[in-house]
């Protein structure tokens, strides 16, 4: 007789609750999370268990390049499932060495080494720094204060914010922290053992801060004449999210000087809008520096498997044949200057807006100086976002102060509409 097999028990149906008793019973605790638990999206939208639909302004903290549920992703994770998910990097596979070849395209003759996440593509320019400098004895690399660059030890010895340090010493040596875009700093801090400097082009947890036109190419100058790596981490601002692949060639567009064109880092750092949702990290480094890491020397299981490489490749086709490096580059610059406008009109909640292309920071007050957050116990970022929430968007909290929007890259204009009046009605009900 044909069992008959019974639907599995609606344990966790539209109920919050039950999904967060899971949590708090077997997931461990390190992060605070919103009181939301998400069953499904499409595009730009994302819903709720309980059927809410939010807006997604976050995409997954600059992950979601291409929204949700996209089925050019859909299409390539199952096509490639069916005829090879993983072989081990003993081999070669054709889809690795392409997604490499469309890397190096995209920037200048060099080469990829693949990885699983952003921490891990750093880990990789760490290593390569230790191995230029081995010989002459140099290792330490600078990194900037307010920086961000993953939750590894030696992520954690890299990231120039405390919080993320604290409880976890001693940190791995080799790392000291600069002020950003402060290029007499990062000229006295060099010692005969600094090997490598290391920076954002735009920082992202700290706050979405731009580096500088000045200050790359102070520290490109500095690098040269010093015989250091100058290395840029893109895990988070790369990926055409500020309208061009990396941010360092749109931080420069305007800068007349060669100087301006012919500059390059010698490492770069990708991961989350790279695999738009599948985990995959990078970090491409240029001639003659690309043989650097030989055989033996670095690998990682999961780096550049055939799932991965065809998910990726499959995002840059799309992002190239939608021309989504523009779309972010005119609808950011669109959004930012609304934003610009609304914090004119609430100078007393808005104290600045920050960016460029879909990576957008707006600056609050602090919870002090605005009456309606005053006795909350939270920080200002961290209460608006959560009054986002209830109504209906989803952005990202960087610090106390600053909220951050990194949509997906083909957010549309009714979309980036849409969270913009519902950003100005929650700002308007704090002024
Ligand atoms: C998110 C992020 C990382 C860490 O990436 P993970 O994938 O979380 O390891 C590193 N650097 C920057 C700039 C980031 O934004």
């Not at 008793?21 to 461990?28: D, S, Y």
């Not at 549920?69 to 081990?88: D, G, K, N």
């Not at 840029?232 to 060639?249: E, I, L, P, W």
């Not at 960087?398 to 990194?406: I, Y």
């Amino acid at each position: 007789m044909k069992d008959i097999v019974p639907t599995p028990p609606s344990l966790v149906r539209n109920d919050v609750a039950a999904i967060q008793a899971l949590f708090q019973k077997n997931v461990v605790p390190s992060y605070a999370r919103y009181e939301i638990a998400f069953s499904h999206g499409t595009g730009s939208h994302l819903y709720d268990v309980t059927g809410k639909r939010y807006l997604d302004l976050g995409g997954g903290i600059a992950v979601c390049s291409l929204g949700h549920a996209h089925p050019a992703i859909s299409e390539a994770l199952s096509e490639q499932s069916r005829r090879l998910v993983h072989v081990s990097n003993l081999y070669y596979h054709e889809l690795q060495g392409r997604l490499a070849q469309q890397i190096v395209r995209h920037l200048a003759t060099g080469k990829v080494f693949f990885a699983n996440s952003g921490a891990e593509a750093n880990e990789g320019l760490y290593k390569l720094a230790r191995k230029f400098g081995h010989d002459e004895g140099c290792f330490e690399i600078l990194t900037a204060l307010n920086s961000f660059h993953g939750r590894t030890l030696a992520g954690i010895a890299a990231t120039g914010q405390d919080k993320v340090k604290k409880g976890f010493e001693p940190m791995v040596p080799g790392f000291r922290h600069i002020p950003f875009n402060d290029l007499p700093a990062a000229c006295a801090a060099l010692s005969p053992a600094t090997a490598a400097i290391l920076i954002e082009g735009v920082q992202g947890e700290g706050g979405v801060t731009p580096a500088t036109p000045e200050y790359l190419l102070g520290l490109r100058a500095l690098c040269d004449e010093r015989k250091l790596l100058l290395l840029m981490d893109g895990v988070q601002c790369g990926h055409f999210r500020t309208g061009r692949f990396q941010s360092y060639q749109r931080l420069l567009e305007g800068v007349q000087s060669t100087a301006g064109s012919t500059f390059l880092p010698d490492g770069i750092s990708m991961a989350k809008s790279l695999g738009g949702g599948f985990p995959i990290g990078a970090f491409w480094v240029r001639d003659p520096y690309a043989d650097l890491l030989g055989a033996g020397s670095h690998g990682t299981t999961y780096g550049g498997t055939p799932l991965g490489c065809a998910v990726a490749l499959k995002v840059l086709e799309v992002i190239e044949r939608e021309g989504l490096a523009d779309n972010a580059r005119q609808l950011g610059a669109w959004l930012k200057s609304e934003l610009e406008q609304l914090a004119a009109a609430c100078p007393q909640v808005i104290t600045g807006v920050r960016g460029l292309g879909l990576m957008i920071g707006i600056e609050f007050a602090p919870k002090e100086q605005i009456p309606a957050l005053a006795c909350g116990e939270k920080p200002a970022a961290a209460q608006i976002v959560n009054r986002l929430h209830e109504a209906g968007l989803l952005t990202i909290p960087s610090g106390n102060q600053v909220v951050r929007l990194l949509p997906a890259l083909n957010l549309s204009r009714a979309d980036a509409e849409d969270g913009l009046a519902l950003l100005q009605r929650v700002v308007s009900g704090l002024a």
